[in-house]
């Protein structure tokens, strides 16, 4: 499956259209990256990726990465120092399980959408949305090869 196919531009309009949605309630950032296969072990990837996109340069050290690799389905979830200083022993996983969930089924997008919607409400228990907030990064999803 390439990366370009596992979802339509309606899909990928609605997983954008999540990730602002949950922006608007937190000052937390949110990201999803998409490629067909992983280069090396996926957290190492992620890792690599977060600090690739600049993750790591948020004020508050709340961002995301929502990492997933069709071809070998890989797939990771990773936050900054500041949200997983906070967020329970288990969140990740949890997340991470729920989303699998919609995926084994061919459910890519719902996946997503769900998932971005946990963290995100995650992210505004402890980092609540601020009337001078900035969006630090960019909402769209980037794509490797």
């Known amino acids: 499956m390439s990366t370009q196919k596992i979802l339509s ?3 990928e309009l609605e ?3 999540a990730i602002q949605l ?3 309630q937190t000052s937390g950032e949110i990201r999803v990256h998409i490629e067909s296969v992983c280069k090396g072990e996926v957290l190492d990837r992620t ?3 977060f600090k690739s996109l600049k993750m790591h ?3 508050l050290r709340n961002g995301v990465l929502i990492y997933l690799s069709t071809t070998d389905r890989k797939f990771a979830i990773i936050g900054d ?4 200083a906070v967020v329970p022993i288990g969140f990740w996983n949890d997340v991470k399980d729920t989303m699998i969930g919609y995926f084994m089924d061919g459910f ?3 996946g997503l959408v769900i998932g971005i919607g946990k963290v ?3 992210l505004k228990e402890f980092f609540p949305y601020q009337k001078d907030d900035v969006n630090e990064l960019p909402d769209e999803i980037t794509y490797g090869k």
């Open 57 to 59: 340069k948020t004020a």
């Open 9 to 11: 531009q309606k899909e």
């Open 120 to 122: 995100g409400e995650k």
């Open 47 to 49: 890792a690599w990726l």
């Open 108 to 110: 890519v997008m719902e």
């Open 81 to 84: 120092s500041g949200i997983n």
């Open 22 to 24: 949950a922006e608007h």
């Open 15 to 17: 997983v954008v259209q």
